[in-house]
């Protein structure tokens, strides 16, 4: 009988060392799942922040381009009209007129507004 009570026993004991086991295990597992959730989330914030700065510092460069093409347009006309008005124009300043026209006309995607001008101020007479 003793040996009976003694199996039982062990057996319960093994049992019981079993789910123990079994808890330990579950714990560790449950516990990295939710390390690797966490990770995973903070991966998403970094990759949607990051998103959103290249928008932003997009929608910046954007708006840059079109306050330099209406600052380029504005200083391009002024000088143009100026040297037609004197009749004249010095060839440094032709030369950086053509080269702020190409700018606008290039690079900013200017709309063509100023080409009869430059057409003018090419016709000057160079001093």
């Not at 714990?27 to 995973?40: T, V």
């Not at 903070?42 to 840059?64: C, I, M, N, P, Y």
Request: proline share 1%; hydrophobic share 40%; charged share 35%.
């Amino acid at each position: 009988m003793n040996e009976i009570v003694l199996c039982l026993l062990s057996g319960g004991v093994a049992a019981a060392a079993m789910k123990t086991l079994d808890g330990v295990i579950m714990w560790h597992l449950n516990r990295k799942a939710a390390k690797e959730d966490r990770d995973a989330d903070k991966q998403a914030a970094d990759e949607q922040q990051e998103k959103d700065t290249t928008k932003r510092l997009q929608d910046d460069l954007a708006s840059l381009r079109v306050g330099e093409r209406v600052i380029l347009h504005d200083r391009i006309k002024y000088l143009g009209r100026r040297f037609i008005r004197d009749g004249k124009i010095d060839f440094d300043d032709r030369q950086d007129l053509i080269d702020m026209h190409g700018v606008y006309h290039n690079a900013l995607g200017g709309n063509g507004n100023l080409d009869k001008l430059m057409e003018e101020v090419m016709e000057l007479p160079v001093k």
